[in-house]
T-cell receptor
Framework: GDSVTQMEGPVTLSEEACLTINCTYTATGYPSLFWYVQYPGEGLQLLLKATKADDKGSNKGFEATYRKETTSFHLEKGSVQVSDSAVYFCALSTNTGGFKTIFGAGTRLFVKA | DGGITQSPKYLFRKEGQNVTLSCEQNLNHDAMYWYRQDPGQGLRLIYYSQIVNDFQKGDIAEGYSVSREKKESFPLTVTSAQKNPTAFYLC??????????????FGDGTRLSIL
């Protein structure tokens, strides 16, 4: 079945360091891919998305490129801030069989000042 | 502003008691979902509804029940049959299924604990 695998956390970085959180997926059909962010005590918020191969989603300095050949959607940011500390979830959705949104297990990011 | 409202933010349940978590949305979304999140883990789907008066079991529906009498509302009842209900519960909604690339919109969650 469809699945999402993302790197285990926590990831701890110093402010202004580069961030990469790896995400790979397995899916039938042609999924749309998402990154969501969850701040402490809150629900998930959409960070960015890509709906077809080679699309790049971007928002708030974060980027991710839909790579069909490697079935990956890695999240990157060139310079993290303390305020980026949160849990990041990679997810996919497909139209196969109706609804499907599959979430990864989440990666916690800590950014130190 | 449009959004999803979950209430209460914190809820306590006594042994043998049923409790109901509220979820209301004013986004005019057809689809609604309930997820359970345990500490340090991802989201697990409890129930979802694609349209009023219809809903489907997710991966962990045992011990839970839902109703969808109105498009805006999708309450979740945690019954006494759910033996380990302590968790963070998230409600979400989205535009009609079958539309590619539509994200889910989430409420701020309800944290349920056992007394």
């Amino acid at each position: 079945g469809d699945s999402v695998t993302q790197m285990e956390g926590p990831v701890t970085l110093s402010e202004e360091a580069c961030l990469t959180i790896n995400c790979t997926y397995t899916a039938t059909g042609y999924p749309s891919l998402f990154w969501y962010v969850q701040y402490p005590g809150e629900g998930l918020q959409l960070l960015l998305k890509a709906t077809k191969a080679d699309d790049k989603g971007s928002n708030k300095g974060f980027e991710a490129t839909y790579r069909k050949e490697t079935t990956s959607f890695h999240l990157e940011k060139g310079s993290v801030q303390v305020s980026d500390s949160a849990v990041y979830f990679c997810a996919l959705s497909t139209n196969t069989g109706g609804f499907k949104t599959i979430f990864g297990a989440g990666t916690r990011l800590f950014v130190k000042a | 502003d449009g959004g999803i409202t979950q209430s209460p933010k914190y809820l306590f349940r006594k042994e043998g008691q049923n409790v109901t978590l509220s979820c209301e949305q004013n986004l005019n979304h057809d689809a609604m979902y309930w997820y359970r999140q345990d500490p340090g883990q991802g989201l697990r789907l409890i129930y979802y509804s694609q349209i009023v008066n219809d809903f489907q079991k997710g991966d962990i529906a045992e011990g839970y029940s839902v109703s969808r009498e109105k498009k805006e509302s999708f309450p979740l009842t945690v019954t006494s049959a759910q033996k380990n209900p302590t968790a963070f519960y998230l409600c979400a909604s989205s535009t009609p299924l079958g539309r590619a690339g539509q994200p889910q919109h989430f409420g701020d969650g309800t944290r349920l604990s056992i007394l």
